[in-house]
């Protein structure tokens, strides 16, 4: 895409796990035929399609080890269990750490007004491309400990904005619901209630999303091997019969990069030097 897309740190999928793994040698001589490798390519394409190396929605979007927020899975509407503190060490979907967004559109003066319990899970959700959609250095979030406390702070920003309700953009996924939390003409309105909230409240303002992500990937050094592995299966796949998949997982490195460019994370250092060749020559083929 916490790095960008990132947070990296949940295991690699299988199929980016070792790329040589389609390599088999044949019998007796330990060199692999073309037929082996066809026959291999044909067998893991299906599976691969089927989610193998979709890294938005699983190595690029889970929390780094040891962090607070263990959890990167959507929060129900139900009934909440007594709620408990992130410092108990239980956890469910319904308690401990939380954060309300507010997410205005680049091209517009639209927002969208939600809370997650990961909002780069949820920034992923909405759009692929979310660094360009919406204005991460206007972004906000607000931090709390409870997700009760973040449902209410929701209800009342959008209370308040009830008035400016528009229609979600068409470029917006449709599978990621919320339709009706989108407001036209509302960002200052929205960043002023939310100031006054955290102020009157005590809950933690971070008034600009770029740099939180910044700092969440920052301290997470997976991508370095996370990067290095992609780029290895996107070559294996584009020479072994699977150039689809491939373009994939292309879009998906590319997209994660882009995203670190965007609220400027220096890339240096953070991926090896063979990835930032790549990537600073246009991500090569595929486009």
């Not at 956890?91 to 639209?110: A, H, I």
């Not at 919406?134 to 997700?147: C, G, H, I, K, P």
């Not at 036209?184 to 009157?200: F, H, P």
């Amino acid at each position: 895409m916490s790095s960008c897309t990132p947070d990296f740190t949940a295991d690699l999928p299988r199929a980016l796990a070792a790329p040589a793994r389609g390599m088999v040698p044949s019998a007796g001589t330990g060199a692999m035929t073309h037929d082996t490798v066809r026959a291999r390519g044909a067998a893991t394409t299906q599976q691969q399609e089927n989610g193998m190396l979709d890294m938005s929605a699983q190595s690029l979007t889970t929390p780094m080890p040891g962090a607070a927020d263990s959890q990167s899975h959507a929060i129900g509407d139900g009934v909440t269990d007594a709620d408990r503190p992130a410092a108990s060490g239980w956890r469910t979907l319904r308690n401990g750490r939380c954060f309300v967004y507010v997410l205005p559109c680049r091209e517009s003066d639209t927002i969208k007004v939600g809370y997650a319990r990961d909002p780069l899970v949820r920034l992923h959700a909405l759009h692929a491309r979310y660094f360009e959609f919406f204005d991460l250095d206007r972004a906000l979030l607000v931090e709390t400990d409870y997700v009760r406390d973040a449902r209410e702070i929701e209800r009342r920003l959008k209370q308040a904005l009830a008035d400016d309700a528009v229609t979600a953009p068409l470029s917006v996924r449709e599978a990621a619901g919320g339709r009706t939390e989108w407001f036209g003409g509302a960002w200052s309105r929205a960043v002023a209630l939310s100031e006054r909230i955290c102020e009157e409240d005590g809950y933690l303002l971070h008034p600009q999303l770029s740099a939180w992500l910044r700092v969440r990937w920052f301290r997470d050094a997976a991508l370095y091997d996370w990067s290095q592995q992609a780029l290895r299966q996107i070559e294996f796949l584009s020479f072994n019969g699977a150039p689809d998949t491939a373009q994939k997982l292309h879009r998906e490195l590319k997209n994660a990069l882009d995203a670190c460019d965007a609220v400027g994370l220096r890339l240096e250092g953070k991926v090896p030097g063979a990835v930032l060749a790549w990537y600073r020559s246009g991500a090569r083929a595929f486009g």
